[in-house]
T-cell receptor
Framework: EADIYQTPRYLVIGTGKKITLECSQT?????MYWYQQDPGMELHLIHY???????EKGDLSSESTVSRIRTEHFPLTLESARPSHTSQYLC?????????????FGPGTRLTVL | AQSVTQPDIHITVSEGASLELRCNYS??????LFWYVQSPGQGLQLLLK??????LVQGIKGFEAEFKRSQSSFNLRKPSVHWSDAAEYFC????????????FGPGTRLSVLP
């Protein structure tokens, strides 16, 4: 059973607000990811991290930022939300040294910006 | 660059019928290949993976997939579909040129008729 959690599950917020999407995992995985998912579209990698104090931008340009102060925690922040940020955000983690490419996903946060 | 196509956006089958979901990929070498399933309101869960060896791989929930190098395909099959199989199915390939991340297809939504 994968132990990766995301909060909130659903968020409706007005334009211009600052938001933070939380992601935590209890598996001790060094690598963590944020994907953006829109209906009928492939998952797009927006951020990833190799471990504490490591953050990298993914394939899809994003106005969000991430931090990795603790191994288990990988929050994503939008400083000023806009309607174009409306999407589902999926957090994932992996242990590439043991199972390369096998990702464990959280349940996602569905964000709506009005 | 790596890419994944899933030609069928939506498939509907009757319960008990057989299922085949198509996945084609573009990759410069022998890829690692994955199928993930996403139930409504949930994150993605790994169904099966192919790294090397036997080209027919077995996964969870009675699914299997066959790697065909000559066709650049990795189709997912199940001999008898259950109503609980209704979900979104994603094919993924990698790793990328940096040896780190994986590319997901756009997904195929499966509906199951009673």
């Amino acid at each position: 059973e994968a132990d990766i959690y995301q909060t909130p599950r659903y968020l409706v917020i007005g334009t211009g607000k600052k938001i933070t999407l939380e992601c935590s995992q209890t598996m001790g995985h060094d690598k963590m990811y944020w994907y953006q998912q829109d209906p009928g579209m492939e998952l797009h990698l927006i951020h990833y991290s190799y471990g504490v104090n490591s953050t990298e931008k993914g394939d899809l340009s994003s106005e969000s930022t991430v931090s990795r102060i603790r191994t288990e925690h990988f929050p994503l922040t939008l400083e000023s939300a806009r309607p174009s940020h409306t999407s589902q955000y999926l957090c994932a983690s992996s242990d590439p040294t043991r199972l390369l490419g096998v990702l464990f996903f959280g349940p996602g946060t569905r964000l709506t910006v009005l | 660059a790596q890419s994944v196509t899933q030609p069928d956006i939506h498939i509907t089958v009757s319960e008990g019928a057989s299922l085949e979901l198509r996945c084609n990929y573009s990759y410069g070498a022998t890829p690692y290949l994955f199928w993930y399933v996403q139930s409504p309101g949930q994150g993605l869960q790994l169904l099966l993976k192919y790294f090397s060896g036997d080209t027919l791989v077995q996964g969870i929930k009675g699914f299997e997939a066959e790697f065909k190098r000559s066709q650049s395909s990795f189709n997912l099959r199940k001999p008898s579909v259950h109503w609980s199989d209704a979900a979104e199915y994603f094919c993924a390939v990698g790793p990328d040129n940096y040896g780190q991340n994986f590319v997901f297809g756009p997904g195929t939504r499966l509906s199951v008729l009673p």
